[in-house]
């Protein structure tokens, strides 16, 4: 079933890519091209759920015209979870493209770019061999470079932004084959079923793990190597955004559970702490880059890196809990990173998607310009504050699910009988702190969001003049964040269908059931439908009391209640997204290093009558700052110093390739 | 069923006690200081003349003006609902973890009314109040976890259940150092002294009271209501901590000594925290995170003391 659907996926996405190409009219090429892309999706959604539910299927094969090498497709259940997630994504972000899509993004090579870039998803979790999953890998990364760079001719920024993207994405490439090259070396073969033959506890199975962790780290935009995220997510139209931040970073996440449960299970114990601090470290940065951001999409970007920082540290405990001998809390916790990736990629592709409608209807991306939105995009602020409600890990939503999940998990990693590793009694301390700490500084930053972009009153003319998008384009947030609060409700369901692939690496038997979520062996149980069901309940007294109290004494209106005795207060006095996370910038100054410039312009003539104050406080990225900005610089260097071997003499070029037919001569003499 | 009507029991209780607990902590405060105060029964006074006043609210508002306080109330009085006060039986299961995701949801209903509003002391508020809520939550999810180890399980009628069985727990360094991590985190989700001081009148030095600035009439009482009844809960969970006697083990008969000892626990805990308060002075906003430090640091000890030491 499977692999009908793996086809009828390839066909539609080679027909869209033809639509895109070859219809003229940029309505048609949208709804043609779009309805295509939607369909491709689906087949997708359906091919990776058969494959997730562990329906036996034969590989895909398809020839290729180099001899003896062939692209081999046949998703296990953790590729088929990882299938569904970037399938269904991509149906949300092509029907929201169908409306929002204009000019650049738009355009034949945009739509073509973006079938391309989800068939390159599609494949990467379906391949069932290296070298099938790098051909999807760089599908997708050289597609979605091109989408990034769709609105280069209108901004100056898109450029630079893609620049690093393409470079980050390449780095990563060349380090996941350099990976997938010592395990092809080890075990003589590339498909995935054979890398699994190699010793886990062997140096090659190392330097393997290391590679590729740091490949798949920079997809994940792990702390240090998320340097590209907050630049290409922002430049890049929304309907890529979303699906850029909602399935492509994931991607890098399912290669890391890829090695530690299907290439390389029961690694040693050290992977796991390395997987878990770059978790932490990223998880904490990011959340905090994200707080103290007031650009809407950077804001999202920076809590991408944080979200995809949980799933690593998810990872990791499980890692570790492997090694310590704790299969079912190690189970645990990798449903918490699966859980994480499912949660995700509802929340954010409708956060991504709302902050669209956002820029399209204001043409504003700086919370600090915005406010009052609520009462002019309605469909818009429900869809954002419900995401955003998922996104803060709140009850009810799957975010909590996921954290509730994760932090079971890690509390009972070291029980009281004293025999934990030491590693342990001091990691997983560490570990519950980042993650709580995260979770309110998450809160912080989207009450942020929300509170400064949709409530209160415009900070300019723009936010003022704010609109609702096409319709098409308001019900596709609202759908995702819908689905934010389906899976938060019945998180029983999804959870059974996980099961599978947590018990099948660790050993046991996961229960099956609906509504509520079961951890075995942890004592642990949660029915989040309960949970609402008693706030229900006692939303119903005090509900009961306001209708009677409004019945007696009605509410009264007026434009400022009383606004501390000032009688004109204009909307600049509110506070903005840089002020309300003053205090957080200031208690995290070490981290967050920002830098203050005040100029005070005095009135002539007088030392204490002050004309006018300007202050500008930027917070640049640490990471940025200390780490690749040297780096770029050291690389700028080389190349000039390269140049002067290349000084246009044809001798010199003649001379140059005699010597470079030379070395190869002496290479293939000296290995034959 | 008998958990249903419980759990009904101890939002009743705590609807009386929670406006009383703070009329007891301002009583005891005003007669140490030399003051008469205004009696016991002074909130509550205060929220029924409230209630029958006509709210005045800003027109850019919206919906969220109407809701987000009922709301508020509501998961406060839901957080009553699902800690075990007065019986260990409960409702759903007392998961620490949901209970401390509950009332981080009751603690955004007023940040958003304060941005809600409008005006700069709202947005103020709302921001203080989150940054400082941020930097209480990895002290109250270590406290949890120290709490969670001997028993092996975050559910709270468990662990209450295992202290009133072995009340060495109680005193061993391990459960004195989660305490005192929990009770810095307590004061700082409430907003009482050192972190924030309730009865002032000062705009500048305000965090929960400048969320509330704008609203009137009944929106402020179910703010004010949630407020209260969320730091009664949290205090009484304290109490029932350190004394977890006197707490029904189900239905039945034993309620009856529930609820008189969950009234005394939690007034005498309100008379030990007036005579702190009066002894205190709010410190600065920005000394606040060295006090959440420290917290941390003692949640953190007590979870790597236990996980060592077998308890």
Same mark, same amino acid.
């Given at each position: 079933?499977?692999?009908?659907?793996?086809?009828l996926?390839?066909?539609?996405?080679? !027909?869209?890519?033809?639509?895109?190409?070859?219809?003229?009219?940029?309505?048609?090429?949208?709804?043609?091209?779009?309805?295509?892309?939607v369909?491709?999706?689906?087949?997708?959604?359906?091919?990776?759920?058969?494959?997730?539910?562990?329906?036996?299927?034969?590989?895909?094969?398809?020839?290729?015209?180099?001899?003896?090498?062939?692209?081999?497709?046949?998703?296990?259940?953790?590729?088929?979870?990882?299938?569904?997630?970037?399938?269904?994504?991509?149906?949300?972000?092509?029907?929201?493209?169908?409306?929002?899509?204009?000019?650049?993004?738009?355009?034949?090579?945009?739509?073509?770019?973006?079938?391309?870039?989800?068939?390159?998803?599609?494949?990467?979790?379906?391949?069932?061999?290296?070298a099938?999953?790098?051909?999807?890998?760089?599908?997708?990364?050289?597609?979605?470079?091109?989408?990034?760079?769709?609105?280069?001719?209108?901004?100056?920024?898109?450029?630079?932004?893609?620049?690093?993207?393409?470079?980050?994405?390449?780095?990563s490439f060349?380090?996941?084959?350099?990976?997938?090259g010592?395990?092809?070396?080890?075990?003589?073969?590339?498909?995935?079923a054979?890398?699994?033959?190699?010793?886990?506890?062997s140096?090659?199975?190392?330097?393997?793990?290391?590679?590729?962790t740091?490949g798949?780290g920079?997809?994940?935009?792990?702390?240090?190597?998320?340097?590209?995220l907050?630049?290409?997510?922002?430049?890049?139209?929304?309907?890529?955004s979303?699906?850029?931040?909602?399935?492509?970073?994931?991607?890098?996440?399912?290669?890391?559970?890829?090695?530690?449960?299907?290439?390389?299970?029961?690694?040693?114990?050290?992977?796991?702490?390395v997987l878990?601090?770059?978790?932490?470290?990223?998880?904490?940065y990011?959340?905090?880059?994200?707080? !103290?951001?007031?650009?809407?999409?950077?804001?999202?970007?920076?809590?991408?890196?944080?979200?995809?920082?949980?799933?690593?540290?998810?990872?990791g405990?499980?890692?570790?809990?492997?090694?310590?001998?704790?299969?079912?809390?190690?189970?645990?916790?990798?449903?918490?990173?699966?859980?994480?990736?499912?949660?995700?990629?509802?929340?954010?592709?409708?956060?991504?998607?709302?902050a669209g409608?956002?820029?399209?209807?204001?043409g504003e991306?700086?919370?600090?310009?915005?406010?009052g939105?609520?009462?002019?995009m309605?469909?818009?602020?429900?869809?954002?504050?419900a995401?955003?409600?998922?996104?803060?890990?709140l009850?009810?939503?799957?975010?909590?699910?996921?954290?509730?999940?994760?932090?079971?998990?890690?509390?009972?990693?070291?029980?009281?009988?004293g025999?934990?590793?030491?590693i342990?009694?001091?990691?997983?301390?560490?570990?519950v702190?980042?993650?709580?700490?995260?979770a309110?500084?998450?809160?912080?930053?989207f009450?942020?969001?929300?509170?400064?972009?949709?409530?209160?009153?415009?900070?300019?003319?723009?936010?003022?003049?704010?609109?609702?998008?096409?319709?098409?384009?308001?019900?596709?947030?609202l759908?995702?964040?819908?689905l934010?609060?389906?899976?938060?409700l019945?998180?029983?369901?999804?959870?059974?269908?996980?099961?599978?692939?947590?018990?099948?690496?660790?050993g046991g038997?996961?229960?099956?059931?609906?509504i509520?979520?079961?951890?075995?062996?942890?004592?642990?149980?949660?029915?989040?439908?309960?949970?609402?069901?008693?706030?229900?309940?006692?939303?119903?007294?005090?509900?009961?009391?306001t209708?009677?109290?409004?019945r007696?004494?009605?509410?009264?209106?007026?434009?400022?209640?009383?606004?501390s005795?000032?009688?004109?207060?204009?909307?600049?006095?509110?506070?903005?997204?840089?002020?309300?996370?003053e205090?957080?910038?200031?208690?995290?100054?070490?981290?967050?290093?920002?830098?203050?410039?005040?100029?005070?312009?005095?009135?002539?003539?007088?030392?204490?009558?002050?004309?006018?104050?300007?202050?500008?406080?930027s917070?640049?990225?640490?990471?940025e700052?200390?780490?690749?900005?040297?780096?770029?610089?050291?690389?700028?260097?080389?190349?000039?110093?390269?140049?002067?071997?290349?000084?246009?003499?044809?001798?010199?070029?003649?001379?140059?390739?005699?010597?470079?037919?030379?070395?190869?001569?002496v290479?293939?003499?000296?290995?034959? | 069923?008998?958990?249903?009507?419980?759990?009904?029991?101890?939002?009743?209780?705590?609807?009386?006690?929670?406006?009383?607990?703070?009329?007891?902590?301002r009583?005891v405060?005003?007669?140490?200081?030399?003051?008469v105060?205004?009696?016991?029964?002074?909130?509550w006074?205060d929220?029924?003349?409230?209630?029958?006043?006509?709210?005045?609210?800003?027109?850019?508002?919206?919906?969220?003006?109407?809701?987000?306080?009922?709301v508020?109330?509501?998961?406060?009085?839901?957080?009553?609902?699902?800690?075990p006060?007065?019986?260990?039986?409960?409702?759903i299961?007392?998961?620490?973890?949901?209970?401390?995701?509950?009332?981080l949801?009751?603690?955004?209903?007023?940040?958003?009314?304060?941005?809600?509003?409008?005006?700069?002391?709202?947005?103020m508020?709302?921001?203080?109040?989150?940054?400082?809520?941020?930097?209480?939550?990895?002290?109250?999810?270590?406290?949890?976890?120290?709490?969670?180890?001997?028993?092996?399980?975050?559910?709270?009628?468990?662990?209450?259940?295992?202290?009133?069985?072995?009340?060495?727990?109680?005193?061993?360094? !391990?459960?004195?150092?989660?305490?005192?991590?929990l009770?810095?985190?307590?004061?700082?989700?409430?907003?009482?002294?050192?972190?924030?001081?309730?009865?002032?009148?000062?705009?500048?030095?305000?965090?929960?009271?400048?969320?509330t600035?704008?609203?009137?009439?009944?929106?402020?009482?179910?703010?004010?209501?949630?407020?209260?009844?969320?730091l009664?809960?949290?205090?009484?969970?304290?109490?029932?901590?350190?004394?977890?006697?006197?707490?029904?083990?189900?239905?039945?008969?034993?309620?009856?000594?529930?609820?008189?000892a969950?009234?005394?626990?939690?007034?005498?805990?309100?008379?030990?925290?007036?005579?702190a308060?009066?002894?205190?002075?709010?410190?600065?906003?920005?000394?606040?995170?060295?006090l959440?430090?420290?917290?941390?640091?003692?949640?953190?000890l007590?979870?790597?003391?236990?996980?060592?030491?077998?308890?």
């Amino acid at each position: 079933m499977t692999d009908g659907f793996l086809v009828l996926d390839l066909v539609l996405g080679a !027909v869209a890519v033809l639509a895109a190409v070859g219809l003229p009219g940029a309505r048609a090429r949208a709804v043609v091209a779009g309805g295509l892309t939607v369909l491709t999706g689906a087949a997708g959604v359906v091919a990776g759920a058969a494959a997730l539910s562990g329906t036996a299927s034969a590989p895909l094969r398809i020839g290729t015209a180099l001899p003896g090498i062939e692209l081999a497709f046949q998703p296990d259940r953790l590729g088929g979870l990882f299938l569904l997630l970037v399938s269904g994504v991509g149906v949300l972000a092509a029907a929201s493209g169908i409306a929002s899509a204009h000019g650049p993004s738009g355009s034949r090579s945009g739509w073509a770019a973006f079938a391309l870039f989800l068939l390159g998803m599609q494949a990467v979790p379906a391949a069932s061999d290296a070298a099938s999953f790098l051909f999807g890998w760089e599908l997708m990364a050289a597609a979605s470079t091109a989408l990034v760079l769709a609105e280069h001719a209108q901004r100056a920024t898109v450029g630079r932004a893609a620049l690093w993207y393409a470079v980050m994405s390449q780095a990563s490439f060349a380090l996941i084959l350099a990976g997938f090259g010592v395990l092809a070396g080890k075990s003589g073969a590339t498909s995935f079923a054979s890398f699994a033959a190699v010793d886990q506890h062997s140096a090659a199975a190392s330097w393997a793990f290391c590679l590729l962790t740091a490949g798949f780290g920079i997809k994940m935009g792990l702390v240090p190597l998320h340097v590209w995220l907050p630049r290409a997510h922002p430049e890049a139209p929304a309907h890529v955004s979303a699906a850029m931040s909602a399935a492509m970073v994931k991607l890098g996440a399912y290669g890391i559970a890829l090695t530690i449960v299907r290439l390389l299970p029961h690694g040693p114990a050290w992977w796991g702490a390395v997987l878990l601090a770059l978790g932490a470290l990223s998880a904490g940065y990011g959340i905090l880059r994200a707080s !103290v951001t007031s650009d809407l999409k950077v804001l999202l970007a920076y809590s991408t890196s944080e979200n995809l920082g949980l799933i690593a540290l998810a990872l990791g405990a499980s890692e570790l809990l492997q090694a310590a001998g704790q299969p079912q809390i190690a189970a645990a916790a990798l449903l918490a990173a699966l859980l994480l990736c499912v949660s995700h990629a509802a929340f954010k592709a409708a956060l991504f998607l709302t902050a669209g409608s956002v820029l399209h209807g204001t043409g504003e991306r700086d919370l600090d310009r915005l406010g009052g939105l609520q009462a002019r995009m309605p469909q818009t602020a429900l869809a954002f504050g419900a995401a955003a409600f998922g996104a803060a890990a709140l009850p009810a939503s799957s975010g909590f699910i996921a954290e509730w999940v994760l932090l079971q998990s890690l509390v009972h990693a070291t029980p009281a009988d004293g025999r934990a590793p030491i590693i342990d009694v001091v990691l997983f301390p560490v570990a519950v702190g980042v993650v709580a700490l995260t979770a309110g500084l998450s809160v912080l930053t989207f009450v942020k969001a929300y509170g400064i972009a949709f409530l209160g009153r415009p900070r300019s003319p723009a936010a003022a003049d704010a609109h609702e998008p096409p319709l098409l384009e308001r019900i596709v947030p609202l759908v995702a964040a819908a689905l934010v609060f389906a899976l938060g409700l019945v998180p029983g369901a999804v959870a059974s269908a996980l099961g599978p692939i947590t018990t099948g690496t660790t050993g046991g038997a996961h229960p099956s059931e609906v509504i509520g979520v079961t951890l075995p062996g942890l004592d642990a149980r949660l029915t989040p439908l309960w949970v609402l069901a008693l706030a229900a309940a006692a939303l119903v007294p005090a509900v009961i009391a306001t209708v009677v109290s409004a019945r007696r004494a009605p509410a009264r209106s007026t434009a400022l209640p009383w606004g501390s005795g000032g009688v004109l207060t204009g909307a600049r006095m509110q506070y903005t997204a840089t002020s309300f996370t003053e205090p957080a910038l200031r208690v995290f100054d070490d981290v967050l290093a920002p830098t203050r410039d005040v100029a005070v312009t005095h009135a002539a003539e007088s030392a204490y009558l002050v004309e006018r104050v300007r202050v500008d406080v930027s917070t640049e990225d640490i990471v940025e700052r200390r780490l690749y900005r040297p780096l770029t610089r050291l690389l700028d260097g080389l190349g000039v110093r390269a140049r002067g071997i290349q000084n246009g003499s044809i001798h010199r070029y003649l001379v140059y390739s005699f010597a470079a037919v030379a070395v190869v001569l002496v290479v293939v003499a000296a290995i034959r | 069923m008998s958990a249903v009507l419980t759990g009904i029991l101890q939002a009743i209780v705590l609807l009386l006690i929670a406006p009383l607990f703070i009329g007891v902590v301002r009583t005891v405060k005003a007669r140490l200081e030399g003051r008469v105060g205004a009696g016991v029964l002074q909130p509550w006074r205060d929220l029924r003349k409230q209630l029958r006043r006509p709210p005045v609210r800003v027109e850019s508002g919206g919906m969220l003006l109407y809701a987000a306080p009922v709301v508020g109330v509501a998961t406060s009085l839901a957080l009553c609902v699902l800690l075990p006060l007065v019986s260990r039986l409960t409702i759903i299961p007392a998961d620490l973890f949901v209970v401390v995701s509950v009332m981080l949801l009751s603690a955004i209903a007023p940040a958003l009314v304060g941005l809600a509003g409008g005006t700069a002391f709202g947005g103020m508020g709302a921001s203080r109040h989150l940054t400082i809520l941020a930097l209480v939550e990895p002290t109250l999810l270590l406290a949890v976890y120290a709490l969670s180890i001997p028993t092996g399980s975050s559910n709270l009628s468990a662990i209450l259940g295992a202290r009133i069985d072995r009340p060495a727990l109680i005193v061993s360094p !391990v459960g004195l150092l989660a305490l005192a991590a929990l009770v810095i985190a307590v004061i700082a989700e409430g907003a009482r002294l050192p972190v924030d001081n309730p009865s002032t009148h000062l705009e500048l030095t305000m965090i929960h009271e400048a969320m509330t600035i704008e609203s009137s009439g009944r929106d402020l009482v179910w703010l004010e209501l949630g407020s209260q009844l969320k730091l009664t809960a949290l205090v009484a969970l304290v109490g029932n901590l350190v004394l977890p006697w006197g707490v029904a083990a189900g239905a039945g008969p034993g309620l009856a000594l529930g609820v008189v000892a969950l009234a005394a626990k939690t007034l005498l805990l309100g008379g030990v925290l007036a005579v702190a308060e009066v002894g205190l002075a709010k410190i600065r906003l920005f000394r606040v995170p060295e006090l959440l430090a420290g917290s941390v640091v003692l949640a953190f000890l007590a979870v790597a003391v236990s996980a060592v030491v077998p308890a």
